[in-house]
């Protein structure tokens, strides 16, 4: 049945000059959504994408009207996307002309690039965010002055919306995680806290069961076969020295030394000689860990009665480590061993209200920190040391959710409203560090001063100058780029490679990756250079697995900065973690290469394979395929033709790595044919030419991606259309400064959504 056209609608005046500006692109004529974009649309599309009835569920028919395209903006943009890719409509479908599909591919881009803004600024809201566990790990460090990765036990953070794992959309607080922190906080506090040695004496008539018979100065006598216990509680896990004094009422008398029911030691008592010494004594040397303990006493069967005085045991402490002592002295504001002067209670308020100041990342108020000091309290009617009471006090706070989660005032309405000083400080923080903010940091905020532009500006530049800016390259690129896992669950040094693929080629591999984007950051470059540079970063073992020259002048484990000779590894996509991570093992793969540069350094996922799809074909009448021959066979089947026409020379351009990002210029014994071609046309060749291409017809969608990936990491949160606004002020900002890292951290961090939030009804 024909369908007509929807009656034209009007627009607003604002959406109308926005397309007479833009949307002529080099038509010369102004181009009308419902008269002249719709109706291709309608006539090539409606089949497959009928409002409601949707085979692909994409159902951007729906926008009859120019204004419908606002409330599905990402959608739309796939659809300019595979448009000019050639990969819609289906080979089998109707297609367009040329002219009628570059007129819907540009009228869309310019519409969604012009009309970014319309809607207004943006702020959303940012739900509170768990740390992860690097955050956890660093704020422990920069809190308590240990750094010990009590975070490896806890269950892996997933990442989601836009791949990273700060997102507070993902990180849930399950049950085992919890079990993990609250054992964490003890090994803490442990790791961060010196307690006195332990001096235990008890009198052995105070044993349990209550003596009936002889006693005598705190001795008891014990019959053959009479056991008796007590309980202590031993702080710190180490090894301890029982020393028992005790006189055998016969010839002899055999024990056994038992904690916690199991024996520990053997002891054999005899008569005392008459020399005037009153006991015999004995000792043993136990391992024990934190926790009350039963230690037991009994008298074996078949000797004499014993008769047993006061029993002691004593720890053997270790050194106590520079490390130790630092940490002690952080949270105490005093030295090991040095006593509490005064009332402890008020010793033990100070410290809480200084330490659960720094963990809460905000001002508190002083009966924010009553329910620690009756943690503190128990232990002390235990007859704990001072330390061990500050122990349990101080791992309430690390298990408190103020702690655990970056919590935000709630947006109150729909209006948007700026963050506080000491919410801007932590965002800040955890954006570039990583971690709790600084002293600095807290300072500016305590003083109202941290929302100041310029103040906030020169506080980008200290932190990106800083080392510890390192932390942020590396979980940003290690993410974004999917490297992090290169050598252990991505292309996994295997034992049937590793006479060349060793763990640590694949160490430096990550490491080449992050190193680079961190240059970019501390030196202010620009960012297109991770598509393209004449340099990157190597020790000579890399550059030795690479068969570069420069190998012989590098130390073998130290990465220095490395001019290349020619364009083939500048960029990402000369870099062996990409490389190994988008192959299989011992095998190229086009197809997977071609994909990950459209979905992760374009932005634009490929859609899965259909369903059933074979194998590809790796022989025929005998004669090993090269790749290029198989996915020439591949691309038969018509059902796989349009993303293959796509992806497939992309990927062909990166053949001249192997597997692991080696060079080679064979494939069973034929030259590899490193060329190809864009649906659109452009041609290239090799990794230099397709890089080329890449910035000459990709570079808006690659600045795009760039700063989508790096917004939504910013932010914790995934991204959606309203986001636009502020995406594409970043890129205008961007443009006009030759593409300079440092213009988009601090773009960023200015943006209307890092400094504000807004309250998000559900239904949004």
Same mark, same amino acid.
């Given at each position: *049945?024909?369908?007509?056209?929807?009656?034209?609608?009007?627009?607003?005046?604002? /959406?109308?000059? &926005?397309?007479?500006?833009?949307?002529?692109?080099?038509?010369?004529?102004?181009?009308?959504?419902?008269?002249?974009?719709?109706?291709?649309?309608?006539? #090539?599309?409606?089949? +497959?994408?009928?409002?409601?009835?949707?085979?692909?569920?994409?159902?951007?028919?729906?926008?009859?009207?120019?204004?419908?395209?606002?409330? *599905?903006?990402?959608?739309? $943009?796939?659809?300019?996307?595979?448009?000019?890719?050639?990969?819609? !409509?289906?080979?089998?479908?109707?297609?367009?002309?040329?002219?009628?599909?570059?007129?819907?591919?540009?009228? @869309?881009?310019?519409?969604?690039?012009?009309?970014? +803004?319309?809607?207004?600024?943006?702020?959303?809201?940012?739900?509170?965010?768990?740390?992860?566990?690097?955050?956890?790990? $660093?704020?422990?460090?920069?809190? +308590?002055?240990?750094?010990?990765?009590? /975070?490896?036990?806890?269950?892996?953070?997933?990442?989601?919306?836009?791949?990273?794992?700060?997102?507070?959309?993902?990180?849930?607080?399950?049950?085992?995680? *919890?079990?993990?922190?609250?054992?964490? &906080?003890?090994?803490?506090?442990?790791?961060?806290?010196?307690?006195?040695?332990?001096?235990?004496?008890?009198?052995?008539?105070?044993?349990?069961?209550?003596?009936?018979?002889?006693?005598?100065?705190?001795?008891?006598?014990?019959?053959?076969?009479?056991?008796?216990?007590?309980?202590?509680?031993?702080?710190?896990?180490?090894?301890?020295?029982?020393?028992?004094?005790?006189?055998?009422?016969?010839?002899?008398?055999?024990?056994?030394?038992?904690?916690?029911?199991?024996?520990?030691?053997?002891?054999?008592?005899?008569?005392?000689?008459?020399?005037?010494?009153?006991?015999?004594?004995?000792?043993? %040397?136990?391992?024990?860990?934190?926790?009350?303990?039963?230690?037991?006493?009994?008298? &074996?069967?078949?000797?004499?009665?014993?008769?047993?005085?006061?029993?002691?045991?004593? %720890?053997?402490?270790?050194?106590?480590?520079?490390?130790?002592?630092?940490?002690?002295?952080?949270?105490?504001?005093?030295?090991?061993?040095?006593?509490?002067?005064?009332?402890?209670?008020?010793?033990?308020?100070?410290?809480?209200?200084?330490?659960?100041?720094?963990?809460?990342?905000?001002?508190?108020?002083?009966?924010?920190?009553?329910?620690?000091?009756?943690?503190?309290?128990?232990?002390?009617?235990?007859?704990?040391?001072?330390?061990?009471?500050?122990?349990?006090?101080?791992?309430?706070?690390?298990?408190?959710?103020?702690?655990?989660?970056?919590?935000?005032?709630?947006?109150?309405? %729909?209006?948007?409203?700026?963050?506080?000083?000491?919410?801007?400080?932590?965002?800040?923080?955890?954006?570039?560090?990583?971690?709790?903010?600084?002293?600095?940091?807290?300072?500016?905020?305590?003083?109202?001063?941290?929302?100041?532009?310029?103040?906030?500006?020169?506080?980008?530049?200290?932190?990106?100058?800083?080392?510890?800016?390192?932390?942020?390259?590396?979980?940003?690129?290690?993410?974004?780029?999917?490297?992090?896992?290169?050598?252990?669950?991505?292309?996994?040094?295997?034992?049937?490679?590793?006479?060349?693929?060793?763990?640590?080629?694949?160490?430096?591999?990550?490491?080449?990756?992050?190193?680079?984007?961190?240059?970019?950051?501390?030196?202010?470059?620009?960012?297109?250079?991770?598509?393209?540079?004449?340099?990157?970063?190597?020790?000579?073992?890399?550059?030795?697995?690479?068969?570069?020259?420069?190998?012989?002048?590098?130390?073998?484990?130290?990465?220095?900065?490395?001019?290349?000779?020619?364009?083939?590894?500048?960029?990402?996509?000369?870099?062996?973690?990409?490389?190994?991570?988008?192959?299989?093992?011992?095998?190229?793969?086009?197809? #997977?290469?071609?994909?990950?540069?459209?979905?992760?350094?374009?932005?634009?996922?490929?859609?899965?394979?259909?369903?059933?799809? !074979?194998?590809?074909?790796?022989?025929?009448?005998?004669?090993?395929?090269?790749?290029?021959?198989?996915?020439?066979?591949?691309?038969?089947?018509?059902?796989?033709? /349009?993303?293959?026409?796509?992806?497939?020379?992309?990927?062909?351009?990166?053949?001249?790595?192997?597997?692991?990002?080696?060079?080679?210029?064979?494939?069973?014994?034929?030259?590899?044919?490193?060329?190809?071609?864009?649906?659109?046309?452009?041609?290239? /060749?090799?990794?230099?030419? #397709?890089?080329?291409? #890449?910035? %000459?017809?990709?570079?808006?969608?690659?600045?795009?991606?760039?700063?989508?990936?790096?917004?939504?990491?910013?932010?914790?949160?995934?991204?959606?259309?309203?986001?636009?606004?502020?995406?594409?002020?970043?890129?205008?900002?961007?443009?006009?400064?030759?593409? $300079?890292?440092?213009?988009?951290?601090?773009? @960023?961090?200015?943006?209307?959504?890092?400094?504000?939030?807004?309250?998000?009804?559900?239904?949004?």
């Amino acid at each position: *049945m024909d369908r007509v056209a929807p009656t034209p609608r009007p627009v607003s005046f604002r /959406s109308v000059a &926005a397309l007479m500006l833009s949307a002529s692109v080099s038509f010369g004529v102004a181009v009308d959504y419902q008269n002249d974009i719709y109706p291709i649309l309608d006539r #090539l599309c409606y089949d +497959c994408h009928e409002p409601g009835n949707s085979d692909g569920d994409i159902p951007f028919m729906e926008a009859e009207t120019v204004e419908g395209i606002q409330n *599905m903006r990402t959608v739309w $943009r796939s659809v300019a996307f595979q448009i000019r890719n050639r990969t819609m !409509p289906p080979p089998k479908k109707k297609q367009p002309t040329e002219e009628e599909r570059e007129l819907v591919a540009s009228w @869309i881009e310019n519409y969604l690039r012009d009309t970014a +803004c319309d809607a207004g600024p943006y702020a959303g809201n940012v739900m509170a965010r768990r740390l992860n566990r690097l955050e956890f790990d $660093r704020t422990i460090r920069d809190l +308590c002055g240990v750094e010990l990765n009590f /975070s490896e036990s806890f269950p892996a953070d997933s990442g989601t919306g836009e791949g990273f794992d700060n997102n507070g959309e993902s990180l849930f607080l399950p049950p085992v995680l *919890m079990e993990r922190y609250l054992e964490a &906080a003890q090994k803490i506090v442990d790791a961060a806290i010196v307690t006195p040695p332990l001096q235990w004496r008890k009198a052995a008539s105070a044993f349990e069961p209550q003596a009936s018979g002889y006693q005598k100065d705190g001795a008891r006598r014990l019959a053959p076969g009479e056991k008796v216990n007590a309980y202590i509680s031993i702080y710190v896990d180490g090894n301890y020295e029982v020393v028992l004094p005790g006189l055998a009422s016969g010839n002899f008398s055999a024990i056994n030394l038992q904690v916690d029911g199991l024996t520990a030691e053997k002891m054999v008592f005899t008569r005392r000689p008459k020399n005037g010494q009153r006991f015999d004594e004995k000792r043993a %040397e136990l391992k024990m860990t934190r926790g009350v303990h039963a230690i037991s006493i009994e008298v &074996a069967k078949g000797g004499s009665p014993l008769e047993l005085g006061e029993i002691a045991l004593r %720890e053997k402490p270790k050194a106590i480590t520079e490390e130790k002592a630092a940490s002690h002295q952080k949270i105490f504001d005093f030295s090991p061993g040095q006593r509490v002067e005064g009332d402890p209670r008020a010793a033990a308020t100070d410290i809480l209200m200084k330490f659960v100041r720094s963990a809460y990342r905000r001002p508190i108020e002083r009966g924010e920190v009553d329910r620690f000091l009756q943690l503190f309290d128990r232990g002390a009617r235990r007859g704990d040391p001072f330390e061990e009471c500050m122990k349990l006090a101080l791992k309430g706070v690390l298990v408190s959710p103020d702690f655990l989660f970056r919590i935000e005032t709630p947006p109150a309405s %729909e209006a948007i409203q700026p963050i506080t000083n000491h919410e801007l400080a932590s965002r800040l923080s955890y954006f570039l560090w990583s971690t709790m903010p600084d002293a600095e940091l807290t300072r500016l905020a305590d003083e109202g001063k941290l929302n100041d532009e310029k103040v906030l500006t020169a506080q980008v530049d200290r932190m990106l100058a800083d080392s510890q800016s390192e932390v942020f390259a590396r979980a940003f690129i290690g993410q974004w780029l999917g490297t992090k896992d290169v050598g252990g669950r991505v292309a996994p040094t295997a034992n049937d490679v590793q006479k060349y693929y060793k763990p640590e080629i694949a160490a430096d591999m990550r490491e080449e990756a992050w190193r680079f984007f961190h240059h970019l950051l501390t030196d202010n470059r620009n960012l297109l250079e991770l598509v393209d540079a004449e340099y990157t970063f190597l020790t000579g073992r890399l550059a030795s697995f690479y068969e570069l020259p420069q190998a012989k002048k590098l130390p073998d484990a130290e990465f220095q900065k490395v001019a290349l000779n020619d364009r083939t590894r500048g960029g990402v996509l000369g870099m062996g973690a990409v490389l190994a991570l988008t192959s299989h093992h011992k095998k190229t793969s086009p197809v #997977l290469r071609g994909a990950w540069v459209f979905d992760t350094l374009i932005g634009t996922p490929i859609p899965p394979p259909p369903p059933g799809v !074979p194998p590809l074909q790796e022989k025929k009448k005998g004669k090993k395929l090269t790749d290029r021959e198989q996915l020439q066979l591949h691309r038969e089947d018509a059902n796989c033709m /349009s993303c293959h026409q796509l992806i497939d020379p992309v990927g062909f351009g990166l053949q001249n790595f192997d597997f692991v990002g080696r060079w080679r210029d064979e494939q069973h014994g034929q030259p590899i044919d490193t060329a190809g071609k864009f649906p659109t046309g452009e041609s290239f /060749s090799g990794p230099g030419e #397709l890089k080329r291409a #890449l910035l %000459e017809t990709r570079k808006p969608e690659i600045v795009r991606n760039i700063v989508r990936k790096l917004l939504a990491y910013g932010l914790g949160r995934g991204l959606d259309d309203r986001d636009d606004c502020t995406i594409r002020e970043l890129e205008l900002a961007l443009e006009e400064n030759g593409y $300079r890292s440092h213009i988009l951290v601090k773009g @960023i961090v200015l943006s209307t959504p890092f400094r504000n939030r807004q309250f998000v009804p559900d239904s949004e």
